[in-house]
T-cell receptor, first 113, second 111 residues
Framework: DTAVSQTPKYLVTQMGNDKSIKCEQN?????MYWYKQDSKKFLKIMFS???????INETVPNRFSPKSPDKAHLNLHINSLELGDSAVYFC????????????FGPGTRLLVL | QQPVQSPQAVILREGEDAVINCSSS?????VHWYRQKHGEAPVFLMI?????EQKGHEKISASFNEKKQQSSLYLTASQLSYSGTYFC????????????FGQGTTLQVKP
């Protein structure tokens, strides 16, 4: 069984569209994260939820909205997609909030045309 | 705020050793090391905690100098499978889980 899974794996869409990425972890972890990795491989944290509570909210456009329906799921909705949103988005989870191994999902490769 | 890794890239022959450094200008609570192969997700290698505790991979070692806010990852007797991009992630405050990653060090091991 995959520990952290993401759907879709690839996403190609037009500027201005709205899209969602879903993440699920079956590790029983309390904390989940969204990261963005750009074309230069820079890996930057976007959001984190702990037991459905938003605990990290970095400076990202408000077109990005995370939602955690339960502690095993974390979704990312992006409105009005722009060219600069093209990147790989990784979901990750940890057992608790701090000093823990982060288990990454396989990534969602988003290309905005 | 982003930690600085050095070198940016290194090429080795199988069996050679390498050291990757990670330096921060801020006080750190922990340092994490991950390896990412092309087209794949980052994979955990090691956590170094303030106070000296380490958690991680048996075949990879690392150090954390709390006074200098520096960490080094030691790769000995490198194998082809060690190739990839290595990232350090620094955690500044406790109980947040917020990691700030360095820019990455690309390691290529040749036969």
């Amino acid at each position: 069984d995959t520990a952290v899974s993401q759907t879709p794996k690839y996403l190609v869409t037009q500027m201005g569209n709205d899209k969602s990425i879903k993440c699920e972890q079956n590790l029983g972890h309390d904390t989940m994260y969204w990261y963005k990795q750009d074309s230069k491989k820079f890996l930057k944290i976007m959001f984190s939820y702990n037991n459905k509570e938003l605990i990290i909210n970095e400076t990202v456009p408000n077109r990005f909205s995370p939602k955690s329906p339960d502690k095993a799921h974390l979704n990312l909705h992006i409105n009005s997609l722009e060219l600069g949103d093209s990147a790989v988005y990784f979901c990750a989870s940890t057992r608790s909030r701090s000093q823990e191994t982060q288990y990454f999902g396989p990534g969602t490769r988003l290309l905005v045309l | 705020q982003q930690p600085v890794q050095s070198p940016q890239a290194v090429i080795l022959r199988e069996g050679e050793d390498a050291v990757i450094n990670c330096s921060s200008s801020k006080a750190l609570y922990s340092v994490h090391w991950y390896r990412q192969k092309h087209g794949e997700a980052p994979v955990f290698l090691m956590i170094l905690l303030k106070g000296g505790e380490q958690k991680g991979h048996e075949k990879i070692s690392a150090s954390f100098n709390e006074k200098k806010q520096q960490s080094s990852l030691y790769l000995t007797a490198s194998q082809l499978s060690y190739s990839g991009t290595y990232f350090c992630g620094t955690e500044r405050a406790s109980n947040t889980g917020k990691l700030i990653f360095g820019q990455g060090t690309t390691l290529q091991v040749k036969p």
